[in-house]
Structure formats: C-alpha cells, structure tokens
C-alpha cells in the first residue's frame, strides 16, 4: 500500500491479511492462493504489509477492550491515511471486526469475505473453472461461526462449492446450527477448560461421518482446528482440509 | 350471593397480590443499567410477531414445538372464555354470553375445547419427555430439584386447569336438559356435546351442579395461583417472552458492544481526541465491565427473567457437548438467581447491606449503596467463562432471543479490566497485539510470506 501511495496510486481493493494468514505456515499458504486468483482474475489490490496490525478481535473477546482499541483505533488510522474505503479479507473474524466494530470506533468501509469475493468472481467470469477436477468427490463444508451465525453468510461458500462438480455433503449440524471449531473467543490462545474432548474432536468426528475425503473450511483458525482434529483422528492421509481459495485455485482454467 | 363475594375477594385479592409481585421484578429488571433502545420499532415488532407470536425458532425442533403450540394455543383462546368466567362471577351470572352470540358462543367454546383436548395430550407427553424419557437437556447439572420441580408443577397446573374445564362444560351441558331455565343453551359443543352426557349422563341434578361448580372453580382458582406463582417460576416466559423479544439485539450477532469509556481514554494517549483528555485524579478508578446484575444492562436482566430453563442453549454449547463446566442455561439461571437474593435484600432494608463507608443513620439501603458481600462470580465461576468460544449457538438457539453470550463477555471484562486477572495464557496474546500488532510474537516481519512461493 505504501508502495503504491509514493507512486500516487490507489489501488480498488485493500486485501486484509490478518495474523494467522500472516504468520501461521498453513494459512499463508492460503493468502497465496487467494493472492493468485486475485492476480488471475486481474483485481487492481494491495496489502498493508508491515503497517497492518491485529484487528483485536481477540483481545476484544477475552474482555481486553483497552488492548483492542489500541490496535484498532493505530488501523484506523492507518486505513485513513491510505483513504482506503473496500476491504477483502480471508479471516472471518478480520471480517466481522472490520465490518461490524471498526463503524463505532469511526472505521467505516465496504468489508467482504474472501468466500463473498470468490463468488462475485466466479459468476462474473473474472475466473472460472475447469470441469471435472471434484467430480465424484465428497465435500463437506464447516461453517465458521464468524462468518455464519455472527453475520448470516451460508450460502457464498456453498454456491462456490457448487460450481466445484462435487457432491456437497453437509455435516449433521450446519448452517444456523454449524459445530464451532473451538478456536473463537481467544481460546486459540489458551489451553482448554477441564472437559472431556476438545472440541475440535468434536466437531471432526461430524466431518468423518459423512465420508467426505476434504472439509472446506473458510477460516484460518478453524483451518488448524480441524486439520489437529484430522490427525488427531489419523485421517490426515485420506481426509484434506482445505480453505476455499485452495480448492479454486488448483482447478482455475 | 355469597359465591359473588367470595368470587371477588378471591379475584381481586390475587390480582393485588400479583401486582406486588410483578412490581419487584419490574423493579428488579431496573437494577440494571439504564440502556436505551428506540431503533427500528418495525424490525422489533416483526421479531414479537414471528418469533414470539409466532414461535418460529421453537420449530427448529418439530415435536416439542407441535405440542408446545397446542398449549400454547389453548392457552390464549381459553382467555376468551375467562373473560365470561370473571363476568359471571362479579354479576351472579351464569354464561353471560350463551345466549347473547349464539353459533359464535358454540363455536368459540367448541374452539377451546378441541384446544384444550390437544393441550392435555401435550401435557402429558411434556411430563413423560421429563420424568420418563429423560430428555438430556432436562437432566444437566443446573436442573436440581427446584427447576424440575417446578417444570412439573407446571404441568400438573395445567391438567388441573384442563380437568376443570371439562368438568365444567360436560356437567354444564347435562344440565341444560334438565334446568334450561338457569342453564342457556351452549349449543352442541364439540368435546363437551358427548363427553359430558358419557361422563355424568344420569347424575342427579345436585351432583351435576357441584361437579360443575367445582370445575368452574377449579378453573378460576388455578388460573389466579399461577398468575402468583409465575414470578416465582420460569413459566414467567409465558408474559417475558413479548418484551424480551422485542428488546433483542437486532446487530449482527457477532458484533460485540462499544466501550466508549475506554476508546475515548485510549484515543486521547493516542493524542486523537483535541480535548485535554486529563482525567482528574481525585476521579475513583471507573470499573469496567460486569461484576454484578447492577452492571448488565437491564435488558440482560429481563433475559433472565425470561427464560424457561429449556436447555436449547446448552444443548449446542460447544463447551458444554465436550464436558466444559459453561452452561448459557445455568448463566442466565444464575442471574435470575443473584437478582432474587439481591431483592430479598433489598426489601429487608437492612443496614448490613448497606455499603461500610455509607453506613450511618438516616441512610437507606438503595441499589446505589448495596453491598451484601457478594457477586454474580459467586455464582458463576471463572472456569465457566473462560470456557465460551463466543460462537453464538446459544443466542442463536433461544427460541425467545435471550442472549447468554453478551454478560459472559461483559464478566470477562470486569475480570481482565477491572481485576487484571483472567488466563495467564492470554497475557502473551496481549502483550504482543500491544507491541508488536500480532498476535503472536513472532520475529519475522509481517511481509515475509508474500517472498515465499
């Protein structure tokens, strides 16, 4: 972004990157695909860079306000010097904090999810897809619960695995009633309360049930959650999870 | 003559009582804070239409929610026929309306009592979904012997209720053939026009008319003890359910409230604000977040009171299905229970419950100076928040829009805020948001993914 700014140039979409896609092994591997859908599908964007910080959803939740208005007032102002007014972003959470939060706080932009723009792109034939990459394969899809409970999106990630050729097979609770992964409310961040099963066990046991050989995830952290759950379960060598953008990416024509 | 004066000493004696009671919990719902909510009336309605009226989200779950409707049902058209229960009674009247609307009074009675038919099958499948099928959500650590007791209690309230309307109506219409003068016509009502004449058909005219006076009352007087008894019990969601409904949050679920109090004082070290922004130093320490049912807004307050410890939120707690202490069921249970002792106290005016440093003579116990000693924590426990993925099942599934999530996030704050305590395993989690703007403290520039192939 600031590379752009020293050249006078605004770009149409900041890309949000957010933590786990900047530095969890796993996701970042995610933000390079969703990166090279976007440059296939010629998307005029930048990132922050270095300039980005947390968007403080977690801290928020843990019941640190102090802490996530101090990250979130330094970004919104640093999105104010940038005059930045659309946002893409591949984290439900960066999502909901951006596009819920941030208003009250002064930060008002258009926020939407990597899944979102992924549709947008596939129907208005920015990209498109080879036939026959899934055919015959069974997917499930996890509901994170930023992204549907918190802002009732259920249908752009499934439209998109529509598209796949693939058979669609929902887990027991889906939708409205979607398993959380066990990661939101800053337990990533803390080792779990005594109980009897970690509730991405849980939640992945649901996913194996219906066969399905790759749980599509939309989420960073419920990416971990359920990949621990998988190889937990020793399935890592039959069952692939797998964000969105991944499953796209490697099928684009 | 004397039926009449009993009738109102009876009727009106229960309604004044009521209201006392109604009035403590009026009171007790503001001990909370004042927060206002005038947005959007029109969405607000739609949601007590739908949801509340219309019970939409109870029928996520068909079978609870079929019977549930027939009692429910039954139970606003009965009011129709308790109106001519009062008229009758205040006047010496019997049937008021009978002969005054006809096919219309036939119809409406005949309504009622099909209702009433599939109300008490209904019952009876609730006691057995209770006592004997043992429904899990029915059987968690939060339902002791109260909360059952009081489910059952319910119920049989609700036969007794049922049993006096047919007794009522069977012995009314065995009687119309025999004194029509005093007995009007009902026309051929359509549980009653069989029932009655199978049941009491052949009875003498004097045991007909005590059966039909001991239905009438029985009718009536379980009416007025569960007007008494509905703040004392969860089956206050039956009034609750309306307002809590329309007060729910209409935001995204996942957007948690603003702290203006803190973003202020943060936008001024951050030299955003142009005010001077010092804050006094005689100034107390503001608290923040909640410790007790005075720092949840009143709304979380009237949740409280509205739930009838269904156990839907629980069923799908992610911490709760994998063994974790967390129940939004026992949360709200909790502050239902601490705002009862609260008013206990409050009602006692005792001076032990007035703050030390307040105490003195002349000085009244109030909601400003109470200090019994005691919190909500003493309530729920720590282990209990800590556990909350913030997920939104719970909220998501309350079928009349409580919202468990909102005060364990508002203890969360009191405890990280407030006390500086919580997890010592979100400290790192802070300290690097607050340093480094990651969530991990991690070396490598935040860029360095983008060089990686």
Redesign the interface.
């Known amino acids: 972004m600031a590379d752009l700014a020293a050249e006078g140039k605004k770009p149409e979409i900041l890309f949000w990157v957010g933590c786990a896609g900047s530095f969890d092994a796993r996701a970042q591997k995610v933000m390079r695909a969703f990166v090279k859908i976007l440059n296939a599908a010629e998307i005029d964007f930048a990132i922050l860079g270095n300039e980005e910080s947390c968007t403080g959803d977690p801290a928020r939740r843990a019941g640190n306000e102090f802490v996530f208005q101090m990250t979130a007032l330094q970004n919104i102002e640093t999105l104010k010097m940038y005059e930045v007014e659309k946002i893409v972003t591949a984290c439900p959470h960066c999502f909901n904090t951006l596009k819920n939060e941030y208003p009250a706080l002064g930060g008002n932009y258009e926020v939407i999810h990597h899944t979102q723009f992924l549709q947008g792109l596939l129907d208005d034939g920015k990209i498109s897809i080879a036939g026959g990459a899934f055919e015959g394969k069974k997917i499930t899809y996890h509901d994170s619960c930023y992204l549907g409970r918190a802002n009732g999106i259920y249908e752009a990630p499934r439209e998109i695995l529509s598209m796949l050729d693939n058979e669609l097979v929902e887990m027991k609770r889906c939708r409205t009633n979607g398993l959380c992964c066990g990661a939101g409310g800053a337990q990533m961040f803390k080792e779990d309360e005594p109980g009897d099963k970690r509730i991405n066990m849980e939640r992945v046991e649901e996913a194996l049930e219906t066969d399905a050989e790759i749980v599509a995830v939309n989420c960073p952290f419920c990416l971990t959650m359920m990949q621990d759950g998988v190889t937990a379960n020793e399935q890592q060598e039959k069952v692939m999870v797998y964000d969105l953008a991944e499953l796209i990416v490697n099928n684009m024509k | 003559m004397l039926q009449q004066i009993i009738f109102s000493i009876v009727t009106l004696g229960a309604f004044w009582w009521a209201t006392q009671q109604f009035m403590k919990i009026r009171r007790n719902i503001f001990l909370g804070k004042d927060e206002e909510v005038s947005d959007d009336s029109g969405a607000r309605w739609r949601n007590v239409l739908l949801i509340a009226f219309g019970q939409k989200k109870m029928f996520?779950r068909w079978i609870p929610a079929v019977l549930h409707f027939f009692i429910y049902a039954a139970f606003v058209i009965t009011q129709i026929e308790l109106i001519e229960i009062f008229i009758d009674g205040f006047f010496g009247v019997h049937r008021f309306f009978a002969d005054k609307i006809g096919g219309l009074y036939t119809f409406i009675i005949s309504f009622i009592e099909i209702l009433s038919v599939l109300a008490f099958v209904a019952t009876f499948a609730f006691l057995a979904r209770r006592n004997l099928l043992k429904i899990p959500r029915f059987m968690k650590s939060e339902m002791t012997w109260w909360p059952k007791l009081d489910a059952n209690l319910i119920l049989f309230g609700e036969l007794a209720l049922l049993v006096g309307i047919f007794s009522m109506n069977g012995a009314d219409v065995v009687l119309q053939g025999l004194d029509p003068e005093h007995f009007p016509d009902t026309g051929f009502l359509a549980i009653s026009g069989w029932l009655g004449p199978l049941l009491f058909g052949g009875l003498p005219e004097g045991i007909l008319v005590i059966i039909e006076r001991f239905g009438w009352w029985l009718h009536l007087l379980t009416v007025l003890a569960f007007l008494n008894y509905l703040p004392k019990s969860k089956h206050l969601h039956i009034l609750l359910a309306f307002p809590n409904t329309y007060f729910a949050n209409l935001?995204?679920?996942?957007?948690?409230e603003?702290?203006p109090e803190?973003?202020n004082?943060?936008?001024s070290m951050?030299g955003?604000t142009e005010d001077t922004g010092e804050m006094s130093m005689e100034e107390e320490l503001p608290e923040?977040?909640a410790k007790d049912i005075f720092d949840l807004s009143w709304r979380n307050l009237l949740g409280a009171y509205s739930c009838t410890e269904c156990g839907r939120c629980t069923a799908?707690c992610?911490?709760n299905?994998?063994?974790?202490?967390?129940s939004p069921r026992k949360v709200m249970m909790d502050i239902r229970d601490r705002m009862e002792e609260v008013s206990t106290n409050l009602d006692s005016g005792h001076q032990k419950f007035i703050q030390e440093d307040k105490r003195a003579a002349g000085v009244s116990l109030s909601k400003e100076n109470y200090d019994d000693g005691k919190s909500l924590f003493d309530y729920i426990t720590r282990?209990e928040l800590?556990?909350?993925?913030?997920?939104?099942?719970c909220?998501?599934a309350c079928p009349v829009m409580i919202n468990p999530l909102d005060p364990i996030?508002k203890m969360?704050?009191?405890?990280?805020?407030t006390e500086s305590a919580?997890?010592s395993?979100?400290l790192?989690?802070?300290t690097s948001?607050?340093n480094s703007?990651?969530?991990?403290q991690?070396p490598?520039?935040?860029?360095?993914?983008?060089q990686?192939?």
């Not at chain 2, 299905?321 to 967390?326: S, V």
């Not at chain 2, 969360?412 to 805020?417: P, V």
């Not at chain 2, 490598?444 to 983008?450: A, I, M, S």
């Open positions: 996520k935001q995204p679920k996942g957007e948690m603003n702290m803190v973003m004082e943060v936008k951050m955003l923040f977040g799908v992610p911490a299905l994998t063994g974790k202490k967390l282990e800590h556990a909350c993925t913030t997920c939104n099942a909220v998501e996030l969360r704050r009191y405890e990280i805020l919580g997890p395993d979100w790192p989690m802070f948001i607050e703007g990651s969530v991990w991690i490598d520039e935040r860029v360095k993914w983008t990686e192939d």
